[in-house]
């Protein structure tokens, strides 16, 4: 049973919003260009390669999960963040429609409650404080009990950037002993919510009474047909798979093939370090990483493929980056492969028809994941148009790694985040990635314009003059 607040950690809270309160109102009236230049201090001074690696390595450390070689790579969403935040206005007049008479002016939207996962304790604060601190907002992360050395550290590098450039520190403030009920109630008394990580966290914070940004699940499915590189498709597919040894929602979790090329691309995700497993090792793996509960088993999530064999009770070659498993018309919610996996290991499955193909991703997204990504390896724009038009999901890569795109990159336009809504479908209020536009409030000011009123007979149509029995 779930012990409750304590006066102490009521207290705790209160005090945090409310110095949050006041280091807001000392930036309140801060000019675009010392706003741009309190988001570049945050993001120099967290996101410099030495700083940035031993934080992100001690992550993987204090956590005993992820890539520890790989995961300093991911400095370069920071950097991502800022170039969105320096083309985006936050402060005053932000949007002029002229011909609709509109104005558009940018408010904070207020202390922000921030959620850190323990895939990513130390990239999820800048992410969050480069776009909070421009939108003049105060953030008080509460971080994963497994990983809050390592964010309190990160919180710490962020608060001696405001007072490099004379900002209030206490813009940024961590929960240096996190408990569930300290968390609850500082849902409760902040302005906003923001959920990166797991269902349970997302669920208590649209439960908090105040607004909240949450992500779902991921189960991110890809379809290869015989239009694809297949070289190009393989390789994307180890990258993204392999990223922070496939820690991410956005991995490559079932991989789709056209039954043509099929022998070819497992071929290629060979070459890539891919290792197919006989039906004993893919019955082994599924005892090892599900419970008889059905979920996850700690120690075969977000590790090299060799100890998540090794936990099955087989072993697999040192050079081997990746676990394959054919799962063909195994999906749905008693086949645990088609589900999210959380590690380095994909579910293969091949199609006849594309026809087949969106069969096969309708089937696996009823199971898990809806609302998150897909992606297609084509240059077949019909069959292209053919899955975004039946996929429900938020976004879809085109010929790009996965879990390098979906959040951002310097090769496609989606915006810079480390936060992915999923819309309706995945029980989120929005399907986009968050931005700081999603911490900001807007007033409209209206002025008139001349009189857009259209003839009854042009709003009607057809139907305009009918007489109705």
Same mark, same amino acid.
């Given at each position: 049973?779930?012990?409750?607040?304590?006066?102490?950690?009521?207290?705790?809270?209160?005090?945090?919003?409310?110095?949050?309160?006041?280091?807001?109102?000392?930036?309140?009236?801060?000019?675009?260009?010392?706003?741009?230049?309190? @988001?570049? #201090?945050? *993001?120099?001074? %967290?996101?410099?390669?030495?700083?940035?690696? =031993?934080? !992100?390595?001690?992550?993987?450390?204090?956590?005993?999960?992820?890539?520890?070689?790989?995961?300093?790579?991911?400095?370069?969403?920071?950097?991502?963040?800022?170039?969105d935040v320096l083309r985006t206005p936050s402060t005053g007049v932000v949007e002029v429609d002229e011909e609709r008479g509109l104005v558009k002016y940018a408010k904070p939207a207020g202390v922000i409650a921030s959620l850190i996962p323990m895939t990513n304790p130390a990239m999820t604060p800048p992410v969050t404080g480069v @776009?909070? #601190?421009? *939108?003049?907002? %105060?953030?008080?992360?509460?971080?994963?009990? =497994?990983? !809050?050395?390592?964010?309190?550290?990160?919180?710490?590098?962020?608060?001696?950037?405001?007072?490099?450039?004379?900002?209030?520190?206490?813009l940024f403030q961590t929960i240096r002993y996190p408990s569930i009920p300290l968390t609850q109630f500082l849902m409760e008394v902040a302005d906003l919510t923001l959920a990166t990580g797991g269902k349970p966290m997302v669920k208590a914070a649209y439960s908090s009474g105040r607004p909240a940004y949450g992500v779902g699940a991921g189960n991110s499915s890809i379809v290869i047909d015989d239009t694809a590189d297949i070289e190009i498709a393989a390789q994307n597919t180890r990258i993204s798979k392999t990223s922070d040894f496939g820690s991410g929602c956005s991995a490559d979790g079932n991989i789709i093939i056209q039954k043509s090329i099929y022998d070819q691309m497992i071929n290629a995700l060979e070459a890539e370090g891919g290792y197919l497993c006989s039906q004993e090792e893919k019955d082994l793996l599924e005892k090892a990483m599900w419970d008889e509960k059905g979920n996850r088993t700690f120690p075969t999530i977000a590790c090299r493929p060799q100890q998540t064999a090794d936990v099955a009770g087989?072993?697999?070659?040192?050079?081997?980056?990746?676990?394959?498993?054919?799962?063909?018309?195994?999906?749905?919610?008693?086949?645990?492969?088609?589900?999210?996996?959380?590690?380095?290991?994909?579910?293969?499955?091949?199609?006849?028809?594309?026809?087949?193909?969106?069969?096969?991703v309708a089937q696996i997204y009823d199971t898990g994941g809806k609302g998150h990504s897909c992606g297609i390896y084509s240059h077949n724009?019909?069959?292209?148009?053919?899955?975004?038009?039946?996929?429900?999901?938020?976004?879809?890569?085109?010929?790009?790694?996965?879990?390098?795109?979906?959040?951002?990159?310097?090769?496609?336009?989606?915006?810079?985040?480390?936060?992915?809504?999923?819309?309706?479908?995945?029980?989120?209020?929005?399907?986009?990635?968050?931005?700081?536009?999603?911490?900001?409030?807007?007033?409209?000011?209206?002025?008139?314009?001349?009189?857009d009123r259209p003839s009854e007979q042009e709003l009607f149509g057809e139907f305009y003059g009918q007489e109705i029995a």
């Open positions: 049973m779930a012990r409750e607040l304590t006066e102490d950690e009521r207290q705790l809270a209160l005090d945090m919003v409310e110095r949050a309160r006041v280091a807001m109102a000392a930036v309140e009236d801060w000019s675009q260009k010392d706003l741009n230049r309190l @988001s570049q #201090a945050i *993001a120099w001074y %967290a996101g410099n390669e030495e700083t940035f690696t =031993r934080l !992100a390595q001690q992550g993987v450390d204090e956590s005993g999960i992820g890539d520890r070689e790989g995961r300093p790579a991911k400095r370069f969403k920071i950097h991502m963040v800022l170039r @776009s909070s #601190a421009n *939108a003049r907002n %105060a953030v008080i992360f509460s971080p994963h009990p =497994r990983t !809050a050395g390592t964010t309190f550290e990160m919180v710490e590098v962020m608060r001696a950037a405001c007072r490099g450039v004379g900002a209030p520190e206490d087989f072993s697999i070659p040192e050079d081997r980056n990746f676990l394959m498993v054919e799962n063909q018309g195994q999906i749905g919610p008693d086949h645990k492969f088609s589900k999210e996996k959380l590690t380095t290991l994909m579910a293969l499955y091949h199609f006849d028809t594309f026809d087949d193909a969106l069969a096969t724009d019909d069959h292209i148009d053919r899955l975004a038009r039946l996929a429900p999901v938020s976004r879809m890569m085109v010929r790009q790694p996965q879990s390098k795109a979906n959040a951002g990159a310097w090769t496609n336009g989606m915006p810079m985040t480390s936060s992915l809504g999923c819309g309706i479908w995945g029980g989120n209020i929005t399907n986009e990635n968050v931005t700081m536009k999603h911490m900001m409030n807007y007033t409209w000011v209206s002025r008139p314009i001349a009189e």
